[in-house]
């Protein structure tokens, strides 16, 4: 992904680091999306746009744990390879609320995890489907990045997002997504970058497996 890309998206990210949650957050996928850009060679600028602030003072949850541990509302983790190893959707049932992490977004279209998944693609498939199964009992969620949706928007971005990653796997055209192009909300119009080099990272994993 280009530089420019990500430094905006590093910049959109900020907000998190005031998050009454972020005490909540899985330590793993936490842990891995702020060293990510420096494992990776980032330039300088990136490394410095990135908010590190929170690194090492996340308690990590012991694997397969189902639920936060606290005295708050009883909250259900959703845990997918989707995005990245080890993330996980936050869902409060009894307020019905997803808190869906880097997914779900009206205005970034699904990242990957090119890097690290044997199956990006089925990987997230799979994980839409795991907020399909949660879907009836959400009123709603809440995406990392844009704005929040009732439960009719939850099934539309669900429905979109599907297309979009569909479309990736078979190289196909992405038409119609008003993350993309023209439609693209101001100041997300770098989401465009992000799509090109995802489609230009699956071309070239297809070639190899397909020489």
């Given at each position: 992904m280009g530089s420019r890309a990500l430094a905006r998206r590093a910049r959109r990210s900020a907000p998190l680091r005031h998050s009454p949650l972020r005490g909540l957050y899985r330590g793993g996928?936490?842990?891995?999306?702020?060293?990510?850009?420096?494992?990776?060679?980032?330039t300088p600028e990136i490394a410095e746009e990135v908010?590190?602030?929170?690194?090492?003072?996340?308690?990590?949850?012991?694997?397969?744990?189902?639920?936060?541990?606290?005295?708050?509302?009883?909250?259900?983790?959703?845990?997918?390879?989707?995005?990245?190893?080890?993330?996980?959707?936050?869902?409060i049932e009894e307020r019905g609320v997803l808190v869906a992490g880097d997914m779900l977004s009206?205005?970034?279209?699904?990242?990957?995890?090119?890097?690290?998944?044997?199956?990006?693609?089925?990987?997230?498939?799979?994980?839409?489907?795991?907020?399909?199964?949660?879907?009836?009992?959400?009123?709603?969620?809440?995406?990392?990045?844009?704005?929040?949706g009732g439960a009719d928007e939850l099934r539309a971005r669900i429905d979109q997002d599907r297309a979009y990653v569909q479309a990736l796997r078979d190289n196909q055209q992405v038409v119609s997504d008003p993350r993309l192009g023209p439609s693209a909300k101001p100041g997300w119009e770098w989401v465009g970058d992000v799509h090109d080099w995802q489609a230009q990272r699956l071309a070239g994993r297809s070639l190899e497996s397909h020489p």
């Open positions: 996928a936490v842990g891995r999306g702020l060293e990510g850009p420096r494992r990776r060679g980032a908010p590190l602030d929170l690194f090492g003072l996340i308690t990590g949850l012991p694997a397969d744990t189902a639920r936060i541990p606290w005295d708050g509302p009883e909250v259900r983790i959703i845990e997918h390879r989707a995005h990245a190893v080890g993330h996980a959707a936050l869902f009206d205005v970034l279209v699904p990242m990957l995890d090119l890097d690290g998944a044997a199956d990006p693609i089925e990987d997230y498939l799979a994980a839409l489907r795991l907020f399909e199964a949660v879907a009836d009992g959400v009123e709603v969620v809440i995406p990392g990045h844009g704005s929040t």
